[in-house]
């Protein structure tokens, strides 16, 4: 069964203050990893779709990492703006579930000033 | 151009009685989601359409819920005889193709009295 565990749950940062955040994930034969942000209230927004051992992505402040068994969403500098919730996702390749996403519970991130 | 699209945004109801949800998706996306969020929960997967064909709709969690769409764009989701346990944001994403990344609504927020 696909998994995805984030940590940590919540994160409580100054301004300025760099931190990562940890996407673990079993999937049978990935086909995507996918980051998103969630304000309060709205639905998950597109950040990243990250496919290979290796591969990085990066935007503004925010920069995603993958390896065989985990991701992580570097935050470097990060401003109140920046405060949400974080969600990870997988779609996996082998199982013929393979057009649905496997969601994480999230990381609520609070970047105070 | 606009997003995804879902009505109504906020839908209370009582515990026995029906409801109807809509999404909008992106114009000229083929793919669509139905996700269900619950309170501490991650996102579920509920039902993919392709067109206007269904080939997922393993994560439907009982025969109250129903789906359907038309057109290859609007889409609608029923539950029959809402529970209290129904509650939850019910999320509708769309992507270009089968596979692609997915683009989420805003959701509709259903509690069911």
């Known amino acids: 069964e696909d998994q995805v565990t984030q940590s940590p749950e919540a994160l409580r940062l100054q301004e300025g203050e760099s931190s990562s955040l940890n996407c673990s994930y079993t999937?049978?034969?990935?086909?995507?990893l996918f980051w998103y942000r969630q304000d309060p209230g709205k639905g998950p927004e597109f950040l990243f779709t990250?496919?290979?051992a290796g591969e990085e992505k990066e935007k503004e402040r925010l920069k995603a990492t993958l390896t065989k068994k985990e991701s992580f969403l570097h935050i470097t500098a990060p401003k109140p703006e920046d405060s949400a919730t974080y969600l990870c996702?997988?779609?996996?390749?082998?199982?013929?579930?393979?057009?649905?996403?496997?969601f994480g519970t999230g990381t609520q991130l609070k970047v105070e000033l | 151009g606009a997003g995804v699209s879902q009505s109504p945004s906020n839908k209370v109801t009582e515990k026995g009685k029906d409801v109807e949800l809509r999404c909008d998706p992106i114009?000229?996306?083929?793919?669509l989601y139905w996700y269900r969020q619950s309170l501490g929960q991650g996102l579920e997967f509920l039902i993919y359409?392709?067109?206007?064909?269904?080939?997922?709709k393993s994560g439907l969690p009982s025969d109250r819920f129903s789906a359907e769409r038309t057109g290859g764009s609007v889409s609608t989701l029923t539950i029959q005889r809402t529970q209290q346990e129904d509650s939850a944001v019910y999320l509708c994403?769309?992507?270009?193709?089968?596979?692609?990344?997915?683009?989420f609504g805003p959701g509709t927020r259903l509690l069911v009295l």
């Open positions: 359409f392709q067109g206007n064909s269904a080939p997922d």
């Open positions: 114009s000229g996306h083929t793919a």
């Open positions: 999937v049978s034969g990935l086909r995507g």
């Open positions: 990250l496919y290979s």
């Open positions: 994403a769309s992507s270009p193709g089968q596979g692609e990344t997915q683009y």
């Open positions: 996702a997988v779609r996996p390749g082998l199982t013929g579930g393979g057009n649905k996403l496997t």
